[in-house]
């Protein structure tokens, strides 16, 4: 064991802080094979390292420029032999150099959106969606676009409660790297139920001498309404009219009716009563 001799080694490589506007295109060669040289007893102890060392090369070593990175033959000597005994000698390095090529690039944070379509069961309507993570950071090449957003493609989702969590996927962007490969996407639904009115028929933009009569007096009307709220929206939330504009100068023997207003958080809401028979009376000044 006191005779010199000679062996080879594995050494895996690693490097390490890579500044955020560094993207790697071509990397470095990930593994060492090294020829040592030295006296039995330490390099059987330079042989147990074999396969488990682990070479960690801070990219503030390389000389860069012009997308272009390289760690140069006596530094990369002086790594490997930082991990061996005094005694041993490095005679040969494959690859004699760690060579990388990289492209700039920026980083962007981009809020997440929805795609896919959904498709609701017993009347359920989405209200709001919610995202965990809201936004990802994007790492965009300095030549390609911003992307504006991400989209979490839910695919065809069914709604058939108020609340439906999943867990999906990023849609990959060509060039781009999302710091998150996955978010969760939380949608809030409603349940609506049909109700039926009774609305009474007035009129907008009559002269003010002049009052509409309709027959009948009041129109039919249907509307989805969430269901909690179906006890509280009643008749005196809608406004269904005869415009004066529609029938001034006219022979017509009906008038049709028109949904003047009513509330933001109802839906679908359907005349019955289409038209009415009228009569229009003027008072005297």
């Not at 042989?47 to 140069?72: I, T, W």
């Not at 492209?103 to 809020?111: F, G, M, R, Y």
């Not at 003010?208 to 009307?221: D, Q």
Request: with cysteine; net charge neutral; aromatic share 8%.
């Amino acid at each position: 064991m006191s005779q010199d001799h000679q062996t080879q080694m594995k050494v895996a490589v690693q490097i390490t802080g890579i500044p955020d506007d560094i993207r790697v295109t071509t990397p470095a060669a990930n593994q060492l094979s090294v020829s040592l040289s030295g006296k039995g007893t330490s390099l059987r102890k330079s042989g147990r390292r074999s396969g488990r060392s682990v070479l960690q090369v801070n990219y503030d070593l390389f000389s860069s420029g012009q997308g272009h990175a390289a760690l140069s033959t006596r530094r990369l000597m002086d790594s490997v032999y930082a991990m061996l005994p005094a005694s041993v000698s490095i005679t040969k390095i494959e690859p004699d150099s760690l060579v990388m090529r990289y492209a700039l690039q920026q980083s962007v944070t981009v809020p997440v959106q929805m795609g896919g379509t959904t498709e609701s069961l017993d009347q359920f309507f989405v209200e709001r969606v919610e995202f965990k993570p809201e936004s990802v950071c994007a790492k965009v090449l300095l030549t390609d676009t911003l992307p504006r957003y991400v989209v979490a493609d839910v695919g065809t989702l069914t709604i058939s409660s108020d609340t439906t969590v999943v867990t999906v996927g990023l849609k990959p962007i060509p060039g781009v790297l999302f710091d998150a490969d996955e978010v969760r996407v939380s949608v809030y639904a409603q349940q609506y139920t049909e109700k039926s009115l009774e609305v009474p028929v007035t009129g907008v933009n009559f002269p003010e001498h002049v009052t509409l009569k309709s027959f009948p007096s009041k129109a039919v009307l249907t509307v989805w309404v969430k269901m909690s709220e179906y006890d509280k929206i009643d008749e005196s939330d809608f406004q269904v009219v005869v415009d004066y504009n529609d029938i001034a100068g006219r022979d017509n023997a009906k008038a049709m009716l028109r949904i003047y207003s009513q509330p933001a958080s109802v839906r679908n809401v359907r005349l019955q009563t289409r038209s009415v028979d009228y009569l229009m009376e003027t008072m005297p000044y």
